[in-house]
């Protein structure tokens, strides 16, 4: 279940949601169906985005929204959070909450998506976690462009990969991630639209821990090009598509030394897609 909350409308100015909520944080990618996404950053793809807690949202104008949300950051126990569990001598907290402050606005008749986020939580005693990120969208006409910018830096080894670099099983402590994403989708005729994407990240230790030295552990980018044909013009919701996406790692000597490897990949697909329209 991804959503299942409740929405009060205090005010015209603002509303209160409480239950199972999108995450909000900034960025197009983290944001939208993931079937518009087609491949993910590998930063989204271990961000959990639907979380329990509160969220309320100030209308400063009809194009300008503020929203300050505070939810539960772990959705089980810490041994289903990390693949190892929480490192020798770190306890676990009873208040592993997250706030977040978001200011999102739209300009240039709605064309022009702005959007950024900033995140502080605690994973364990003494084991916090923050976010950056933001979010920049131009959507008109046939047009539809992104950059998404996202960091994290975290007590916890949240996003594993310099985690699973190692086959010692002990989970990481003091990493960061930073993201660069990328894409411009154009529909040059009303049943074709072509796409490019990329996108570069960077993984990090920023403070030396048990085997992980401080430094640079990982490089990745990985570049797309799709081009999808629309059978049926009135619904979007039908394709036929071709997908090419080349995804290439680069290991720090600190990675070797634990013994990592992760080669580069290359992938074709060709599929049909439908989304089952449910009223």
């Not at 949300?69 to 001598?89: C, K, S």
Request: with cysteine; charged share 15%; proline share 3%.
């Amino acid at each position: 279940i991804e959503y299942a909350n409740l929405k009060w409308t205090v005010s015209d100015r603002f509303d209160l949601v409480a239950g199972k909520q999108f995450l909000a944080t900034a960025g197009y990618e983290g944001y939208v169906n993931g079937l518009k996404v087609r491949e993910f950053s590998e930063f989204n793809n271990n961000f959990e985005i639907f979380q329990t807690g509160l969220k309320g949202t100030v209308y400063l104008t009809p194009d300008q929204h503020l929203y300050f949300q505070v939810v539960n950051h772990r959705t089980g126990t810490d041994d289903d959070m990390y693949i190892h569990g929480l490192p020798a001598g770190i306890k676990s907290t009873k208040f592993p909450l997250l706030a977040t402050a978001n200011w999102t606005g739209w300009f240039a008749d709605g064309a022009l998506n702005l959007m950024y986020s900033a995140s502080a939580g605690q994973l364990a005693k003494g084991k916090n976690i923050y976010y950056l990120m933001c979010g920049n969208i131009y959507e008109k006409g046939p047009v539809l462009a992104y950059l998404d910018v996202l960091y994290q830096r975290s007590g916890l080894d949240t996003q594993h990969r310099i985690t699973t670099l190692s086959g010692v099983p002990v989970t990481a402590q003091n990493t960061q991630y930073l993201t660069f994403i990328a894409d411009v989708d154009y529909q040059f005729h009303p049943k074709w639209n072509a796409y490019i994407k990329g996108a570069y990240e960077t993984a990090s230790v920023y403070e030396a821990n048990g085997i992980f030295a401080k430094g640079r552990y990982l490089t990745s980018w990985n570049a797309q090009a799709c081009l999808e044909w629309f059978p049926i013009t009135q619904d979007k919701g039908f394709k036929v598509f071709a997908h090419y996406v080349y995804k290439g790692h680069l290991l720090s000597e600190k990675s070797k030394t634990l013994g990592a490897s992760m080669p580069n990949t290359q992938r074709i697909s060709l599929g049909i897609q439908y989304i089952i329209p449910v009223l």
